[in-house]
Nanobody, 122 residues
Framework: QVQVVESGGGLVQPGGSLRLSCAAS????????MGWYRQAPGKQRELVAT???????NYADSVKGRFTISRDNAKNTVYLQMNSLKPEDTAVYYC????????????????WGQGTQVTVSS
């Protein structure tokens, strides 16, 4: 069993910063690509950023230059540093992790967290 838990959301003024964290736990053999997605009210969930186990990153155009994704493989944790936040960044932010468990070490499944609210408003 694998759990993915996000933390760090909240209310911030435009131009401010927040740092989100996401930890995968359980009977983990290895964690592969981890990522952040977001969903604003009335919109579809969209990619924010992903990072491979080796550290290769991918960002949505809307957050390039403002957000930075990083990870700690030893802790099965991924971070999202968000700077210069805008009202349009307001959304529920979801983390996912591609995880191979100790029971099935050769197969990775994608696990999602429950989400954390980020609100950018003055």
């Amino acid at each position: 069993q694998v759990q993915v838990v996000e933390s760090g959301g909240g209310l911030v003024q435009p131009g401010g910063s927040l740092r989100l964290s996401c930890a995968a736990s359980g009977t983990i053999a290895s964690t592969y690509t981890m990522g952040w997605y977001r969903q604003a009210p009335g919109k579809q969930r969209e990619l924010v950023a992903t990072i491979t186990r080796g550290g290769s990153t991918n960002y949505a155009d809307s957050v390039k230059g403002r957000f930075t994704i990083s990870r700690d493989n030893a802790k099965n944790t991924v971070y999202l540093q968000m700077n210069s936040l805008k009202p349009e960044d307001t959304a529920v932010y979801y983390c996912n992790a591609d995880v191979a468990t100790q029971k099935t070490p050769g197969v990775a499944y994608r696990y999602w967290g429950q989400g954390t609210q980020v609100t950018v408003s003055s």
